[in-house]
């Protein structure tokens, strides 16, 4: 008989969020952890590889590492006898699932009286969807992948890869050192084929963007280098505090180079909080006076003839110097006459303010392909205030359970109310195609951060 067998089957637990298990069932999970590697290894590069379908769908790394993390964990013969789901990791995923079935509720709902079959809802609504069943399975299957210290360290050292990656290729592609046409040269370029994946070729013909190899939207750009950033620290707990300092200086010059003032901000206010919870003074000041410095820095280049912070769309020094206006509409780009007519879209029926007008369908009105450019506006487009209660709830436990559990100074916790607060400007939290697979991105970090610890037995 296989002691080892019988003592697993029962997943020996312990107190203080500990699961015990043997280091041959640790071994039976090592094609899991593969994909849990390749995923991250896959957010580094979102750019679509190959063109089928329709150009929202193209499938990129990403799609075939969830394919990759789905199927390990169903043809693993005894994971399913592993029992190291956190209680909180269990949690979120029940909230998850119960989110699903609402939006699915609310797409049959709005698809059941449509009176025109051929408004753009019915398709993104679809989009969504596949989404979001996308990005629940990969939280559901890495919160079920023991990670042991071994395996921890090689998820630390494969983030300082990625971090590093993207921020190099967001600064080459800015200063068109690496063009930024070259990304896409695999993929159709006429605008009808390719859509907003054509700004690829269209902008790179005329100079940088900082878009390096993340996505054609410069925010969701700048919110993978804050995740990357924040899951970083989580893994080092403490450890690495001076590299960990010139990484997040890094991250903030290519959030800087973005152009995404909202993205920008976000990432600086996490940095701030990061600093402040540091106890030691020599860290603080040091950080200020690093950051001091790049500003100047960027700010010299910017007189330089041959090299010049200027963009597609102008200096992105005068851009980011918006932030210091906040108030002012005209840096709004638009967005006070979307919000606007968002409302006014809302009052003409005041029913739509209960229930929304189903899932997918804000791309069935108004303007800028229907995105609101705030979270919780399109949020209440399409599913309402109930919507809006219900992604409220799971926010707060989100926001909760990672302040009671997660260990340091919770870099993943200050990061995600650095994305609540962006959120006023973005869909940062919505399964837009603008925003890519970041949702799916954050799932696989909150998994991580609130797993439970792993005591191996012989």
Known sequence: MDTYSNINQKSIEVPNNIAVISTSLIEKTQWQFVAVCFYLLSQSF???????????TWPTLSDFATVM?????????????????????KKIFVMLIFVLICCITAYLIYFSNLADPNVNGILLGIYQIYRLVEFFCVFGVTAQIPL??????????????????VCLAIILTFFAILPLEALTAHLPQSKDVAGAWSEYARLGKIGGRGWG???????????????????????ELGKQVMFNLLLLFLSLIACFLTESRTGFLGLLIFVVLYMLRKPSKTVLIISFTGLLFGMIALTSLSNLDTINLVSAQGSVLDRQATLFDAGNTENLSGRDDIWEEKIKFLNQEPWRWIVGTGFGSAWDNGVDGGSAHLLFLHIIVENGVLGLLIFSILSYKVIALLYKNELYIKPVFWATIAFLITSFTQEIFYPVPAMGSFIGLYLYSIAITLRKDIEIII
Do not use: D, E
């Open 46 to 56: 979102t750019i679509p590889i190959l063109a089928i379908g329709s150009w929202a």
């Open 148 to 165: 042991t210290q071994k395996r921890i360290n090689i998820l630390k050292q494969m983030t300082n890869f990625v971090l590093i990656f």
């Open 69 to 89: 993390l789905v199927l390990t964990f169903l043809f693993s013969n005894r994971y399913k006898k592993l029992s190291v789901v956190s209680t909180a990791n």
């Open 213 to 235: 190899t993340l996505g054609y939207n410069h925010g969701c750009v700048a919110a993978y280098v804050t995740m990357f950033a924040a899951l970083k620290i989580h893994l």
